[in-house]
């Protein structure tokens, strides 16, 4: 089993479980204790903030999942605050998207999506640069014994861009169709971050059934593109301070496995949400529109209807969309 893990100042994104939680779900109050007070709130702002009927809360998870594997305390809003996490400012204010290798259309993310979806999902300018060429980095790698597929050392990529970092860059986030691996005893890993220097590197390579040795179906397009869309979210998400959430179902919530990652929503809970506006102090309605326009153009029509619901349910019926 693998799954996503936050651990300063590294965080290994994904690695072998140790040991049995018992978990039990925040009730309503500890939800709503969670977001905090949002009275002073502009109106629009604290109806958004406000869970409804739109935002399920975490299951009892089951044997094998995050939760059961690791225990979380859970970051309240208030927490947050008070960690004084990363926020953008005026001169590092830039998400950058790096591609290692080039990403072939028939098993790879869009990559123009990809850079489309963090922008308006972080309401930040985001620059994907030209494909880095792994063996001309001088990256270290293997083939591992077990895939047969190669395999590239994490702590090199960490190490080549954190002396590399862009002046404006509030993060770079390096994405790959190659696998990783952290350390050589180890089989693999689905990334690895460094909070403080802003630096990640996570791959997709996982999320293709041939991977595996399996045949694509015929959703294959949608499923890497919803698979991708929620790591770089979730991930992009850790360099704002952002911690596994325990309150709702929501993108930040720690995943074990594919089947947990595909249950979790590509949304921010309201506790999550409350944090990320309050670190770019984005325009809630306009953040949305954008991402409604960006899962319809992706075909995410799920997803597209789930945003629209819910902005409709904020603006009020006689002002939805």
């Known amino acids: 089993m693998h799954f996503s893990v936050l651990i300063l100042p590294i965080v290994l994104l994904f690695f072998v479980p140790c040991m049995a939680m018992d978990f039990i779900p925040p009730d309503p109050s500890e939800r709503l204790q969670a977001?905090?007070?949002?009275?002073?709130?502009?109106?629009?702002?604290?109806?958004a903030l406000h869970p409804g009927?739109?935002?399920?809360?975490?299951?009892?998870?089951?044997r094998g999942d995050w939760l059961a594997q690791h225990s979380e305390p859970g970051q309240t809003f208030a927490d947050f605050v008070r960690s004084n996490p990363n926020k953008p400012d005026r001169i590092q204010n830039k998400i950058y998207v790096q591609p290692l290798c080039v990403f072939e259309e028939a098993r790879s993310p869009s990559l123009v999506q990809l850079k489309d979806f963090a922008g308006a999902y972080f309401t930040l300018e985001v620059e994907?640069?030209?494909?880095?060429?792994?063996?001309?980095?001088?990256?270290?790698?293997?083939?591992?014994?077990?895939?047969q597929n190669r395999q590239v050392l994490t702590t090199d990529v960490l190490g080549f861009f954190r002396s590399r970092l862009p002046t404006d860059a509030f993060c770079l986030l390096a994405v790959t169709m190659e696998d990783l691996y952290p350390h050589q005893s180890w089989n693999y890993?689905?990334?690895?971050?460094?909070?403080?220097?802003?630096?990640?590197?996570?791959?997709?390579?996982?999320?293709?059934?041939?991977?595996?040795?399996?045949?694509?179906?015929?959703?294959?397009r949608h499923i890497l593109l919803r698979r991708s869309l929620k790591v770089l979210a979730h991930e992009t998400g850790h360099m704002f301070g952002l911690n596994h959430c325990i309150f709702f179902n929501c993108v930040m919530n720690g995943s074990n496995h594919l089947k947990e990652i595909d249950s979790r929503p590509i949304h921010l809970c309201p506790v999550c949400l409350r944090k990320l506006q309050f670190s770019v102090?984005?325009?809630?309605?306009?953040?949305?529109?954008?991402?409604?326009?960006?899962?319809?153009?992706?075909?995410?029509?799920n997803e597209a209807s789930w945003v629209s619901e819910r902005l409709r349910r904020i603006l009020g019926a006689n002002k939805g969309r």
């Open 53 to 62: 009927k739109d935002f399920k809360p975490i299951p009892v998870p089951e």
């Open 281 to 301: 102090g984005f325009d809630l309605v306009e953040r949305y529109e954008k991402l409604i326009h960006l899962y319809r153009e992706a075909g995410l029509h």
């Open 189 to 220: 890993v689905f990334g690895q971050a460094s909070l403080h220097d802003r630096v990640g590197v996570f791959s997709f390579a996982r999320y293709d059934p041939v991977f595996y040795g399996e045949k694509r179906s015929s959703e294959f």
């Open 128 to 147: 994907v640069p030209f494909p880095l060429n792994i063996e001309g980095a001088g990256f270290t790698t293997r083939i591992n014994p077990y895939s």
């Open 35 to 47: 977001i905090g007070p949002t009275d002073e709130l502009p109106e629009i702002l604290g109806r």
